[in-house]
């Protein structure tokens, strides 16, 4: 009987420690590739701006082209940008300022939806005051946004086809 208990229990010392030898193992890699993620590039909030500059600027050339598809689709990127930032850019104060842009892009996707010119030029106008007004709100007044006289591009028709 004595053979057994000690057999038992040196069965549970030894299954003890091969579970604390896989802790720390598995311990070991979570640690490995923490470390990995925290090195892995993110990219801050210039680049979002500078992708929503561009879709701003290919927006503006959507809509005076009546191109309400490729409309629809820029102000969706810039949508998508914005929720980025909201996911990437936690730690940035100046993110505090982005639901102002919200009533902006819902008259835009009205303007789109009714295929209004006119709409389209003036909720243009109220989007691009909007981000001046966040620019100014978050200290980058310096960071004057206008409505674009050429396209950013010189490689994309914004005409329909």
Not at 74 to 99: F, H, Q
Not at 115 to 122: C, I, T, Y
Not at 151 to 156: A, G, I, L, T
Request: charged share 25%; with cysteine.
């Amino acid at each position: 009987m004595r053979l057994a208990i000690l057999f038992v229990a040196f069965c549970l010392l030894a299954a003890c420690g091969q579970k604390g030898d896989n802790t720390m193992q598995l311990q070991s890699k979570i640690d490995s590739l923490q470390s990995r993620l925290d090195k892995t590039y993110k990219p801050g909030l210039g680049e979002f701006m500078l992708g929503i500059q561009m879709h701003h600027a290919k927006l503006w050339f959507a809509g005076e082209a009546q191109n309400w598809k490729l409309a629809d689709f820029e102000i969706g990127e810039i949508k998508e940008a914005l929720d980025d930032i909201n996911e990437y850019c936690k730690d940035r104060t100046e993110i505090k300022s982005l639901p102002m842009i919200e009533p902006a892009i819902d008259s835009m996707n009205n303007a789109i939806r009714q295929k209004n010119s006119q709409l389209f030029k003036g909720s243009f106008a109220l989007l691009t005051n909007t981000c001046n007004n966040c620019h100014r709100a978050t200290n980058h007044e310096f960071n004057v946004i206008r409505i674009p006289d050429s396209p950013p591009v010189s490689n994309q028709d914004f005409k329909v086809n």
